[in-house]
């Protein structure tokens, strides 16, 4: 089978993957679209994607904690526990 996928570095994230549209033999285009989903999930790409979405500041250990107790502490308020 030849390479589906080709990977370039001029792209804004690093990577541009392409995908050939064609089939050797005749497949409907659900079929094609299955395949193109999961190739795309083998590579990880749509999960790369989602977590460059927002961009969020690396925090320390403390400031996560901090901010989880808060958290924690209002849905207990708003629970009612």
């Known amino acids: 089978m030849e390479k589906l996928l080709e990977k370039q570095d001029n792209t804004r994230f690093g990577y541009d993957y392409k995908r050939e549209g064609r089939a050797k033999r005749p497949e409907s285009f659900e079929v094609m679209l299955r395949k193109f989903n999961r190739e795309i999930q083998q590579i990880g790409l749509l999960t790369e994607v ?14 996560r904690r901090q901010i989880a107790k808060v958290k924690s ?9």
Do not use: E, I, L, N
Request: aromatic share 14%; glycine share 4%; no cysteine.
């Open 50 to 63: 989602k977590k460059r979405k927002y961009f969020a500041k690396d925090m320390s250990r403390t400031m």
């Open 73 to 81: 502490a209002r849905r207990k308020v708003k629970r009612g526990y």
